[in-house]
């Protein structure tokens, strides 16, 4: 018999990390991987990207908006003054080095910008070129994915320290009336045991009520979902060959999986070059990579968006998957949450198979596919809403 299908993860299961409609990917490795590069190309700043170690000091944050053909349909056919796509933010952050966690390199600042974002781009690098300095004098990707790691995990570490001392402090001042749970204790053990071996929280098996009291207690840096971003020499990244895939992809796979994308820093600065010039040239046979980077990033965050479309406005509206049609309608403004009737909705696919290029809903509601939703509904991505809502009352104070 074949292996059953796992089931699928509910939508609004618990997870690690912040329940926010803010989220944000930090851009993560070594001094002159590339991430200040990479941090340039994506939102079309201008940061700081000098070769020596260090040149980030302080994190860069901006923003990049996520590529999407269903925002560009809507928009073309409604051509509205006002168009609104969803973003990502993204936060540039210094590069650490081995003994980071114990304040090598001004380590310990990068780390707490690291533990303030929700989701890394891990940026490794696996290119040869002697005119970048690299900060340990030779080029291994798997050296220095393992360097990141335990610096990570020994930050950690120093996290679950705090949180057991405030507990065990928060004990003693009660004068006896109440003692550490259970739970709180053999959690506590359980991450000890896996940071001190270098495993990435993330990775391990965790109960809901676990993940709960992690969340609680805790701003892990290892419970973050990780993309790694294996930056390619632009000859390496055109013939899709480097000698370090295949090393990198165990390496990871061994240490909690994750999504693995090469890229080519210098491949996408001459795509760049050529866009701003309008210019062609035949040594560019492959397209950018940033949009997929971009779109994984915002969906490993958890993100979905729905649309707003009309005359005046199309929009994306970012909203945390599992949202419920009041939640997403507060979003927009806090009356509509306030005040929700109901929300009336199309979902893009249908929209787009039956409206036939029209920017009339007729057909649609013809086949059925317009419907009325209420407060229990779960928005999915892509939705087409409009919103019902009446405020009478005065908001409560």
């Not at 201008?46 to 590529?67: G, L």
């Not at 999986?257 to 890229?263: A, H, L, M, R, T």
């Not at 049609?325 to 909705?345: L, M, N, T």
Request: aromatic fraction near 10%; charge should be neutral.
């Amino acid at each position: 018999m074949p292996p059953k299908k796992a089931a699928a993860e509910p939508v609004n299961a618990v997870r690690f990390g912040r329940v926010k409609n803010n989220l944000k990917m930090g851009v993560v490795g070594l001094p002159n991987v590339g991430k200040s590069s990479l941090f340039n190309l994506m939102t079309e700043q201008a940061a700081a990207a000098e070769n020596y170690p260090f040149c980030t000091i302080e994190p860069n944050e901006s923003r990049c908006p996520v590529p999407d053909a269903r925002y560009d349909y809507l928009c073309d056919i409604w051509k509205p003054p006002s168009m609104y796509p969803a973003y990502l933010h993204i936060t540039d952050i210094a590069g650490l080095i081995k003994g980071a966690s114990e304040g090598q390199g001004l380590g310990n600042a990068f780390l707490s910008h690291i533990q303030a974002v929700d989701g890394i781009y891990h940026v490794v690098r696996a290119f040869d070129n002697p005119d970048v300095v690299h900060v340990d004098d030779s080029v291994d990707p798997v050296r220095d994915l393992e360097t990141i790691l335990s610096e990570l995990c020994k930050k950690d570490l120093e996290i679950v320290g705090k949180a057991i001392t405030a507990e065990e402090l928060a004990v003693k001042k009660a004068g006896g009336k109440y003692k550490l749970s259970t739970l709180f204790l053999e959690t506590m053990e359980k991450l000890k045991k896996m940071l001190e071996e270098n495993i990435p929280v993330s990775s391990g098996e965790w109960s809901t009520a676990e993940v709960e009291l992690i969340n609680e207690k805790t701003r892990l840096i290892t419970t973050k979902p990780v993309i790694y971003l294996v930056n390619l020499s632009k000859a390496d990244f055109i013939r899709r060959k480097n000698k370090w895939l295949a090393k990198i992809a165990a390496w990871v796979s061994s240490h909690g999986g994750g999504s693995i994308i090469p890229f080519s820093i210098e491949y996408e600065q001459a795509l760049w070059e050529a866009r701003t010039t309008s210019s062609t040239s035949e040594d560019l046979p492959v397209p950018s990579t940033l949009p997929k980077i971009i779109t994984t990033g915002y969906s490993s965050l958890n993100l979905i968006y729905f649309f707003t479309a009309g005359e005046k406005e199309v929009r994306a509206w970012c909203v945390y998957n599992g949202a419920l049609a009041p939640q997403a309608a507060g979003v927009i403004h806090s009356d509509f949450e306030r005040g929700f009737i109901k929300a009336e909705v199309v979902a893009f696919d249908d929209f787009k198979s039956l409206s036939d290029g029209s920017k009339s809903m007729a057909a649609v509601k013809a086949a059925g596919k317009y419907r009325q939703e209420g407060k229990a509904y779960v928005v999915k991505d892509g939705d087409i809403i409009h919103f019902q809502f009446n405020v009478t009352a005065q908001k409560k104070k």
